[in-house]
């Protein structure tokens, strides 16, 4: 089993794809990562851009910079963001196409709640 190029022992790749998911399921760390796809962009620009806190901006880009989704540069005295590989804007815009043809069914889909749990 390997993620990123690095041997995941003990891990399915089923397990992983649904850590993934779930780390994508969070609207927030999902908001960031979509403003990312128009370029790199500063923790302030992401602010504004998503409407979030800086401070829940700033935790949510610790969280997707640890999970490999997003990388982070120097630039004089600010911090620019940017998704680490160009397939998670692909994930993403699968996504949307996705969602196009199924969107209402995901709205009224009653087995999953806010959190990602199923019911029953």
């Known amino acids: 089993?390997?993620?990123?190029?690095?041997?995941?022992?003990?891990?399915?790749?089923?397990?992983?794809?649904?850590?993934?998911?779930?780390g994508l399921a969070d609207p927030s760390r999902?908001?960031?990562?979509e403003t990312l796809n128009a370029g790199a962009l500063c923790v302030g620009d992401i602010v504004e851009a998503t409407g979030l806190s800086q401070s829940n901006v700033s935790n949510?880009?610790?969280?997707?910079?640890?999970?490999?989704?997003?990388?982070?540069s120097r630039e004089g005295r600010y911090i620019h963001y940017r998704t680490r590989d160009p397939r998670v804007s692909e994930l993403l815009g699968l996504a949307e196409e996705l969602l196009?043809?199924?969107?209402?069914?995901?709205?009224?889909?009653?087995?999953?709640?806010?959190?990602?749990?199923?019911h029953g």
């Open 100 to 118: 196009a043809d199924v969107a209402q069914g995901v709205k009224t889909c009653t087995r999953y709640t806010k959190e990602g749990n199923a």
């Open 1 to 22: 089993m390997y993620c990123w190029g690095m041997p995941v022992a003990g891990v399915t790749t089923t397990e992983l794809t649904a850590k993934l998911f779930r």
């Open 60 to 72: 949510h880009l610790a969280c997707l910079k640890e999970c490999g989704l997003v990388e982070s």
């Open 30 to 33: 999902l908001a960031i990562l």
